[in-house]
C-alpha cells in the first residue's frame, strides 16, 4: 500500500498506520494497573482518526503491570517471565478495546498466544480484512515468543500487514533526545535521525531489533507525545511533530 504524499486539504497523508503504545500510557499516575479516564481519552483520539478513513492497528506494551526482563534480574526464567508479559499485554489490549467500543469503534483484538475465549488468534489476512472492513484491531501478546519485546512485535506486525508508518507514542517525552531529558534538561531533541544513527548512538527509540526490521523494510517511525491532545491525528495528517527515524535522504 501506497503512502499518501500530501497531508494537506484535510486528507491524511498515511491509509495504513501502525500505532505502538507502552502500557505506561494505560496507568495512572501513580502506581500500576489501569487508569480508565486514560483509555477512554485515547479511545477518543483513536475514534478521531479512524474516522479518517485511515486504517488502524495497534501494539500496546505491558509496563503497567510487568516487565519480563524486571523478574529475569530478580532470578526469574527469562521465557516465563516474558510469557507472564506478553499475558499482561492481553489484559491491556481487551481493556482499549472495551474502551474504543464504548465510544463507537468496532475493534478486535488478534493475539498471537491462541485464547479463543477472549480474543481471535492473530492470522494475518483475517488481521488485513478487518482493516478492509474500517476496523480498529490490537494486536496481543507479542510475537507469542519470548525474548521479543512488544517493539519487535509491532515492527513484525507493521510489515505484515502493509503499514506504511510506525507511530511510536510516548507517555513522558516528546521526541527522541540525545539525553535522557527527564534528568537533563539541556538534552538535545531530534527532527529526524537515520536507523543507523539511532544503532550507532544507542538512542532509545525501539529495541535494536525492532529498528533494524524496520530499516531492513525502509519503514519509517514517527515518535511523539501522547500526553499532548491531538497528536496522533497530527502525525497521520503529516504534521512536524516529535521525531521521524527513516533512511537517509
Known sequence: MAEVQSGLNGKPRFSRILLKLSGEALAP?????????????????????????VQLALVIGAGNFIRGIDYEARGMDRSTADQMGMLATVINSLALQNALEHAGVVTRVLSAIEMQ?????????????????????????????????????????????????????????DGVYDRDPMREPGAKRFDRLTYIEVLQKNLKVMDSTAISMCMDNRLPIIVFNLRKAGNIRRAVMGEQIGTRVESAP
Do not use: W
Not at 489501569?34 to 479511545?43: F, G, N, P, S, Y
Not at 510475537?143 to 503499514?163: C, H, K, Q, V, W
Open 117 to 173: 475465549a477472549l480474543c481471535e488468534p492473530y492470522i494475518r489476512r483475517r488481521a488485513v480484512r478487518h482493516l478492509e472492513k474500517g476496523r480498529v484491531i490490537i494486536f496481543a501478546a507479542g510475537t507469542g515468543n519470548p525474548y521479543f519485546t512488544t517493539d519487535t512485535a509491532a515492527s513484525l506486525r507493521a510489515m505484515e500487514i502493509g503499514a506504511e508508518v510506525i507511530l511510536k507514542a510516548s507517555h513522558a517525552v
Open 29 to 53: 499516575a501513580q502506581g500500576s494497573g489501569l487508569d480508565l479516564d486514560a483509555l477512554a481519552e485515547i479511545a477518543l483520539e483513536i475514534k478521531e482518526v479512524a474516522a479518517l478513513g
